[in-house]
């Protein structure tokens, strides 16, 4: 078994920033919550980080940290909607290659929020497309743009 590392707050909050991903309100006392929303907020993944916030991690044997992708729906009474988890992620574990992996749970969550675009890979580097507002209207666009700037695009044939 891979041996325990560990992931100071800095260094998590590093990491999910490179992603893109945003802190927000823990929805579980004791950890920070991250989120990454896209298609007009229909679509979010967020990395329950077992990072207690100002103190580091949790204790070996509660680090586990978890990716799940939520998606709007309607309420059950018609009157507004919320967020639902769709798909969750196998656990990562604080072991020393937890950014590799974590990176390979961020990306397969981005793909299955992106199985409704056609080809949701971009064909330039293989990043999930993400749909977009433009000046002229949505489109699909690589999600690596603002890291890498790749500037594939796809035309939205949406309504």
């Not at 929303?37 to 207690?52: C, Q, R, T």
């Not at 950014?99 to 330039?124: A, M, S, T």
Request: proline residues 4%.
């Amino acid at each position: 078994m891979a041996n325990y590392v560990h992931i100071t707050e800095a260094q998590f909050d590093a990491f999910m920033r490179e992603n893109l991903f945003l802190h927000i309100n823990p929805d579980r006392a004791g950890e920070k919550v991250y989120a990454f929303m896209w298609n007009d907020g229909a679509y979010a993944l967020k990395v329950y980080s077992s990072i207690v916030p100002g103190g580091g991690g949790r204790k070996k044997g509660a680090d586990a940290i978890r990716v799940v992708l939520m998606v709007r729906t309607p309420n059950e009474d018609g009157e507004g909607t919320h967020m639902r988890p769709t798909w969750k992620a196998t656990r990562v574990h604080r072991v020393a290659n937890w950014r590799e992996n974590l990176q390979q749970r961020i990306d397969e969550g981005l793909k299955r929020g992106c199985e409704d675009v056609e080809n949701w890979e971009c064909p330039q580097c293989g990043s999930p497309f993400v749909l977009r507002d433009g000046r002229n209207g949505k489109f699909y666009s690589c999600s690596a743009w603002p890291i890498t700037g790749c500037n594939c695009t796809a035309n939205y044939e949406g309504s």
